[in-house]
């Protein structure tokens, strides 16, 4: 835009000698960097372009193999959702950190989301700050996806082009994630409080459609989920957090509508590609178990029957002893929601319920009771997948999760871990409700399986299918399993004294056994 001031400038002077240009002698004499009213009303091509490239790589949306090194073969697995029938031997599901796989999250992150977020960052930062508030929003959902996997990462250092660029604790990283939080619910609820239309419209990817309060409202549900991370390192901060997100005055995800969803420019869903295009990717054991146990209505959403088995549902054991791909090859592959809904969710209404549920339940100010907030949580998850059913699921007190059977490989059979029903039970302990609702919340979040393995680490629900093969020369525990990423090569190879910054703040080696710093061992609570 500066570009067009200046040809416009040099435009006037050349003609000045022939017809003279004393009415535009104010424009001619502005501010170079400042944006004429006709620029104010336009699409916004030079900030466009940027966001569409973010929109697609927060959860990788394109290409699929990159979804499937990044996502799928990482915390999908390790989060219980989902496995590969071929990817048998030394790799991530057998806790053998593989990182020809393990950089394509953080090269997304970084080279494509982050390097997209500073050019929004200069052409609106201080002119039109809107765009710099959603881009916020867009930064900390990137970036705390960023930590929570390799733990230090590079924050405040971002877009610095010094020869070592320094890591952030994990910690600093969150304080930081909270004040941009802060940044972007202000900036945003000062212009809806003046009534301003939103530049947002043609630019918005989502089902949003650039409504500055639905935006503010996914912000402060945000802020829910990243003060629960750290309810057992900081709870005097994740409570003030947590309430500061329910206490704003556009409160926070309540209904299916608010689910945020990516639909424009989303030919299919990553995981469509990995399963159906490659098959190599399927149906989970612990799914099997879990939701197979419950009966729950929601398995034909996600998944397909078995074409070896007609009419079951069947899983694959994560860590198994697969052998040979065709063995489960047929086992139940994805449903509705991966082979036909061009649709990418990054948080849905039923997860913050279940937030505030955990929170209710830890004594703090979250709109309702724990009891009340779990119920709306399931009901909402119903809602958003159209299936009927709800209030029968909810009351029911006898079935759990039932035992794992491979009738192709019986030596990766077992016994069912999760052994919670679905009725909530007041005179049950505070950690048996606790695995109640991580366990519906873990229902609920699928595919989404970074919030699935973050919780898992966090709460150790739902319990889940130890492995069968592990290899990771004891690295990393059959017991625990993966706790982070180790630091990827691209890294160690163009930024190694970086690196040392960010194991230094590690408190731990460098290898995936390695607890990040909300990762706690201890009770919850």
């Avoid at 212009?191 to 239309?197: H, L, M, S, T, V």
């Avoid at 054991?317 to 489960?328: A, E, P, Q, S």
């Avoid at 690295?475 to 160690?492: A, C, D, H, K, L």
Wanted: proline fraction near 3%.
């Amino acid at each position: 835009m500066k570009t067009n001031n200046i040809k416009k400038s040099l435009i006037c002077f050349g003609l000045l000698a022939l017809v003279g240009c004393t009415d535009n002698f104010d424009e001619i004499n502005s501010n170079p960097d400042a944006f004429t009213q006709e620029e104010v009303t336009q699409d916004f091509n030079h900030i466009l372009g940027p966001f569409k490239n973010m929109f697609e790589n927060v959860m990788v949306n394109t290409p699929g193999w990159r979804y499937q090194i990044a996502i799928d073969l990482s915390a999908n697995t390790w989060g219980g959702y989902s496995t590969a029938p071929g990817f048998d031997g030394a790799n991530n599901l057998s806790y053998a950190l593989t990182d020809k796989w393990n950089g394509a999250g953080w090269e997304a992150a970084y080279s494509l989301v982050m390097a997209n977020f500073l050019k929004v960052e200069k052409e609106s930062k201080g002119k039109y700050d809107q765009f710099y508030a959603l881009a916020t929003i867009i930064k900390v959902e990137t970036l705390h996806k960023v930590a929570d996997t390799w733990g230090p990462i590079v924050y405040s250092q971002l877009g610095t082009t010094n020869s070592t660029i320094a890591y952030d604790s994990q910690q600093d990283v969150y304080t930081a994630m909270f004040k941009d939080l802060d940044f972007a619910v202000n900036e945003l609820t000062r212009r809806i409080d003046a009534k301003e239309p939103s530049s947002f419209v043609n630019t918005d990817r989502s089902t949003y459609a650039g409504s500055y309060e639905k935006w503010v409202r996914y912000a402060n549900s945000l802020r829910l989920r990243l003060a629960m991370r750290i309810v057992k390192v900081n709870p005097t901060l994740a409570k003030a957090e947590a309430e500061k997100a329910m206490s704003q005055k556009f409160g926070v995800m309540t209904a299916a509508t608010d689910t945020f969803m990516v639909t424009k420019d989303v030919s299919q869903h990553p995981l469509r590609v990995a399963a159906y295009e490659y098959n190599d990717s399927r149906m989970s054991a612990d799914m099997e178990s879990i939701m197979g146990g419950y009966n729950d209505p929601r398995m034909k959403a996600y998944f397909a029957t078995s074409e070896q088995f007609p009419d079951q549902y069947k899983g694959i054991r994560t860590g198994g002893i697969l052998g040979d791909k065709t063995l489960h090859m047929k086992f139940s592959n994805f449903g509705k929601v991966i082979k036909d809904d061009k649709q990418v969710v990054w948080m849905n209404a039923a997860e913050v319920y279940f937030l505030r549920a955990e929170g209710a339940l830890r004594g703090w100010n979250m709109g309702g009771d724990a009891e009340s907030l779990y119920k709306a949580g399931i009901a909402a998850s119903f809602d958003q997948l159209a299936t009927g059913g709800a209030a029968e699921y909810t009351a029911n007190n006898v079935n759990t999760a039932k035992d794992y059977v491979d009738p192709v490989a019986p030596f990766n059979s077992g016994l069912a871990v999760n052994k919670v029903t679905v009725a909530w039970d007041n005179t049950a302990s505070n950690e048996v409700k606790l695995q109640k609702i991580i366990t519906q919340k873990w229902i609920a979040n699928f595919p989404d399986g970074q919030e699935a393995w973050s919780d898992h680490r966090r709460t150790g629900y739902p319990k889940l299918l130890p492995i069968l093969n592990n290899q990771s020369a004891g690295v990393v525990t059959t017991q625990f399993g993966v706790r982070r990423i180790n630091f990827v090569q691209s890294e160690r190879d163009g930024n190694p004294e970086g690196v040392k910054t960010g194991v230094a703040k590690l408190g731990g080696p460098d290898n995936g056994g390695t607890r990040t710093w909300w990762d706690t061992t201890g009770p919850n609570f």
